[in-house]
């Protein structure tokens, strides 16, 4: 198996994170620093990245978690602000995120040992849905709507949703449900920012196959991968 594909199936880090460390000469095969990405992994070959010893997974595993607000994507944070692998069990810490959910976005957030199957789930061109319950604060026109829906640039990038209707109206904030194939670095609320509203709260609640129907904020749970 090709070095990248095998650090990122092994679960260690995502395929883009292993071309890096292969890069950075920070992955050794039989006690020699190897940074070619065509070398092809046997199954005699001893693979480390540093001091960590990479074993191959043979199964897939995919997670679920209800990710409160307040909570950073990452394993570290230079802020130190807490991280979404502190709601995991201790044996699942070495879990990779598919995607991520900003700091202040609840709901829907995978975690897999697979990188390929992580990288799958993250490509555009695979059209895989993410639903989003999304309350703003403003008057919301149907022009807003309309032009959503067609796409608008933002400091020259297209943003566009693949569906959005509005579930509930109340007398200062609305909710709306959202669905996109691809979710940009703070999307949905740079869509609204640029008709002046305001978000006040986001929660994925469906990321393709899979749902936070029943779940409570910070449950974490095994689902069976569908691909």
């Known amino acids: 198996m090709r070095l990248s594909k095998f650090l990122a199936h092994s679960g260690h880090c995502s395929r883009r994170n292993a071309e ?37 997974q043979n199964e897939i595993e ?16 230079e802020l130190n602000r807490k991280t979404v692998y502190e709601l995991l069990p201790e ?7 598919i995607g991520r959910l900003d700091f202040n976005t ?22 895989i849905k993410r639903t989003y319950k999304v309350k703003v604060y403003g008057n919301i026109q149907n022009s807003y709507l309309k032009k959503i829906k067609s796409g608008i640039k933002i400091d020259g990038v297209l943003h566009k949703v693949d569906e959005i209707f509005l579930i509930k109206k109340l007398k200062t904030n609305n ?10 670095n703070r999307e949905i609320r740079k869509i609204f920012e640029n008709f002046g509203l305001i978000v006040n709260r986001i929660i994925r609640t469906n990321y393709g196959d899979y749902s936070i129907d029943k779940m409570k904020l910070g449950e974490f749970k095994k689902v069976n991968p569908k691909k």
């Open 175 to 184: 909710w709306f449900t959202i669905k996109l194939t691809e979710g940009k």
């Open 106 to 127: 609840e709901g829907l957030l995978l975690f897999t040992n697979n990188g390929d199957f992580a990288r799958y789930y993250e490509l555009p061109k695979n059209k």
């Open 91 to 97: 044996n699942k810490k070495n879990l990779i995120t």
């Open 20 to 56: 890096k460390l292969i890069i950075e000469n920070k992955v050794i095969i039989n006690n020699k620093i190897c940074n070619e990405f065509s070398y092809q992994v046997s199954d005699t070959d001893e693979v480390y990245v540093e001091n960590t010893l990479i074993i191959p």
């Open 62 to 77: 995919l997670y679920v978690l209800n990710k409160p607000k307040g909570y950073i994507t990452s394993k570290k944070d």
